[in-house]
């Protein structure tokens, strides 16, 4: 059975940073791209980060580009996202995803990497305020 559990959402304030953890199981974690979506009230669900299997090639939506990182740990099958300066704008549900299509563009590489399938995770709360 798969799961993809998230954590570490919680109330914090602008300009405060919090690591939200992923962790995967029941499926093969190294061959999936990871992301982490976020979705507020009233809004459509966005990707907010991703990453690639393997090497581990990021893309980053620009509202969190230079504040947010995701990276991976294959050996533990968790998908981290640290997140800084963050911002009210911020405040969302946060959900990790395996296998959605990223596309990575990196200087002269480009890519797309996606899975046949997907999963989601329930989700984690992060409101940002003051």
């Known amino acids: 059975q798969v799961h993809l559990i998230e954590s570490g959402g919680c109330l914090v304030q602008p300009g405060d940073s919090l690591r939200l953890s992923c962790a995967a199981s029941?499926?093969?974690?190294?061959?999936?791209?990871m992301s982490w979506y976020r979705q507020s009230p009233g809004k459509e669900r966005e990707l907010v980060a991703g990453?690639?299997?393997?090497?581990?090639?990021?893309t980053y939506a620009d509202s969190v580009k230079g504040r947010f990182t995701i990276s991976r740990d294959n050996s533990k099958k968790t998908v981290a996202l640290q997140m800084r300066n963050l911002k009210q704008d911020d405040t969302a549900v946060y959900f990790c995803n395996a296998g959605s299509e990223i596309t990575i563009n990196s200087g002269d590489l480009t890519f797309t990497e996606r899975h046949e399938s997907e999963y989601w995770g329930q989700g984690t709360q992060v409101t940002v305020s003051s």
């Open positions: 990453i690639s299997k393997g090497v581990g090639w990021t």
């Open positions: 029941g499926f093969t974690f190294d061959n999936y791209p």
